[in-house]
């Protein structure tokens, strides 16, 4: 089961907006939200779900808002998460900002949205450029005699409308990588994980099948086939509602009818051993009224690489004043507010 009803509250946990999709528990279980979810700040054991007796508030922050659905039943929370923010991308497209200033200019619209993208506490449709060509946003540019609803909806692909025609067909692929790591105080390395997107640009006429070829090494990374001690696997791989995951299960081939535009195929995470990008070292020196703190940066990528926009921040004591800085490359800025001195690098050789 999912979702019985979503509200959307502002900072102080009133509700601005809310839809009620079945009915079984009652919308005055939300002023219990804020209250508990204060107390358990308090107690410093919050959690994304709070419980009250038999309800369940599931909550997601986004700026000055909460989002929370509440439910009776063992929900699917994975579901009610991924649709929460599913919600934040949709409305954003349609009001550039998600805040509470946007939700009182646009209550109609979004009460629209809230129809279509649930029904009965599942989600339905949830991509943005479909629902865009049912909800319009002044909401009158509707013709009358049209059916209100585009086939889009009902056909199998939901994700892309048919028709679509391009003098020159072209695909843009672009992959992504972060990398995260943790390093302790003597320099080892704690934690080290990359972070990928593969994110997709597509023109394309009519309904195209694509498949997406992976090499061998990443074939036998997302099979867990890879042999030798320092075997690294792909994990948490997210795939785009379009991938067929039978044929994925099957031979691991990525066969998918790709939406109009811009839209991300896949993400995954990758647990594996990386040297950091650029290697910081520092030593700080207290004396009676001052502190200082000299901090050397090593690049340790290929040397025909560069790094752009490298931003260090140095945390510095809350009651530092009067900073003085020298930099051999670069500039260096004081933030009070943050209690930091960022160093800025724009080209790091």
Same mark, same amino acid.
């Given at each position: 089961?999912?979702?019985?009803?979503?509200?959307?509250?502002?900072?102080?946990?009133?509700?601005?907006?809310? &839809?009620?999709?079945?009915? $079984?528990?009652?919308?005055?279980? +939300?002023?219990?939200?804020?209250?508990?979810?204060?107390?358990?700040?308090?107690?410093?054991?919050?959690?994304?779900?709070?419980?009250?007796?038999?309800?369940?508030?599931?909550?997601?922050?986004?700026?000055?808002?909460?989002?929370?659905?509440?439910?009776?039943?063992?929900?699917?929370?994975?579901?009610?998460?991924?649709?929460?923010?599913?919600?934040? *991308?949709?409305?954003?497209?349609?009001?550039?900002?998600?805040?509470? *200033?946007? +939700?009182? $200019? !646009?209550?109609?619209?979004?009460?629209?949205?809230?129809? *279509?993208?649930? $029904?009965?506490?599942?989600?339905?449709?949830?991509?943005?450029?479909?629902?865009?060509?049912? +909800?319009?946003?002044?909401?009158?540019?509707?013709?009358?005699? %049209?059916?209100?609803?585009?086939?889009?909806?009902? !056909?199998?692909?939901?994700?892309?409308?048919?028709? @679509?025609?391009?003098?020159? !067909?072209?695909?843009?692929?672009?992959?992504?990588?972060?990398?995260?790591?943790?390093?302790?105080?003597?320099?080892?390395?704690?934690?080290?994980?990359?972070?990928?997107? @593969?994110?997709?640009?597509?023109?394309?006429?009519?309904?195209? *099948?694509? &498949?997406?070829?992976?090499?061998? &090494?990443?074939?036998?990374?997302?099979?867990?086939?890879?042999?030798? %001690?320092?075997?690294?696997?792909?994990? $948490?791989?997210?795939?785009?509602?379009?991938?067929?995951?039978? &044929?994925?299960?099957?031979?691991?081939?990525?066969?998918?009818?790709?939406?109009?535009?811009?839209?991300?195929?896949?993400?995954?995470?990758?647990?594996?051993?990386?040297?950091?990008?650029?290697? +910081?070292?520092?030593?700080?020196?207290?004396?009676?009224?001052?502190?200082?703190?000299?901090?050397?940066?090593?690049?340790?990528?290929?040397?025909?690489?560069?790094? !752009?926009?490298?931003?260090?921040?140095?945390?510095?004591?809350?009651?530092?004043?009067?900073?003085?800085? %020298?930099?051999?490359?670069?500039?260096?800025?004081?933030?009070?507010?943050?209690?930091?001195?960022?160093?800025? @690098?724009?080209?790091?050789?």
């Amino acid at each position: 089961m999912s979702a019985s009803a979503v509200f959307i509250l502002d900072v102080k946990g009133k509700p601005l907006i809310s &839809r009620n999709y079945k009915g $079984d528990v009652a919308m005055s279980e +939300i002023e219990h939200f804020m209250p508990l979810l204060m107390q358990r700040e308090e107690e410093g054991a919050l959690a994304p779900l709070l419980s009250r007796g038999r309800v369940h508030f599931l909550w997601i922050k986004h700026s000055n808002l909460y989002l929370v659905a509440t439910t009776l039943k063992n929900a699917n929370a994975s579901l009610v998460y991924a649709f929460l923010y599913k919600t934040v *991308e949709v409305f954003s497209e349609y009001f550039k900002e998600l805040e509470e *200033e946007s +939700i009182r $200019d !646009n209550f109609v619209i979004i009460y629209e949205l809230l129809d *279509e993208l649930m $029904d009965f506490g599942f989600p339905q449709t949830t991509d943005s450029k479909i629902l865009q060509e049912y +909800i319009t946003q002044q909401g009158n540019k509707l013709e009358t005699g %049209k059916s209100r609803v585009p086939p889009t909806v009902t !056909n199998a692909v939901s994700w892309r409308s048919e028709g @679509i025609k391009y003098k020159k !067909n072209e695909v843009f692929i672009d992959v992504i990588e972060s990398v995260n790591l943790l390093v302790n105080a003597n320099g080892s390395v704690l934690l080290s994980e990359i972070v990928g997107t @593969i994110k997709l640009k597509v023109f394309l006429s009519g309904m195209p *099948e694509l &498949r997406l070829g992976l090499n061998d &090494r990443v074939l036998f990374e997302l099979t867990g086939l890879s042999g030798g %001690k320092n075997k690294s696997e792909l994990e $948490d791989v997210k795939f785009h509602q379009c991938v067929r995951l039978s &044929r994925f299960d099957n031979d691991r081939t990525i066969s998918f009818i790709p939406p109009d535009g811009d839209f991300e195929l896949m993400s995954y995470r990758l647990s594996t051993q990386v040297k950091p990008l650029i290697w +910081i070292e520092s030593v700080i020196e207290k004396f009676h009224s001052r502190v200082e703190i000299m901090v050397k940066a090593k690049g340790q990528f290929k040397k025909q690489s560069v790094a !752009n926009g490298v931003e260090i921040s140095v945390p510095v004591p809350s009651d530092a004043d009067s900073p003085r800085f %020298k930099t051999s490359v670069g500039s260096a800025k004081y933030m009070p507010e943050k209690n930091v001195v960022i160093w800025n @690098i724009k080209s790091f050789p």
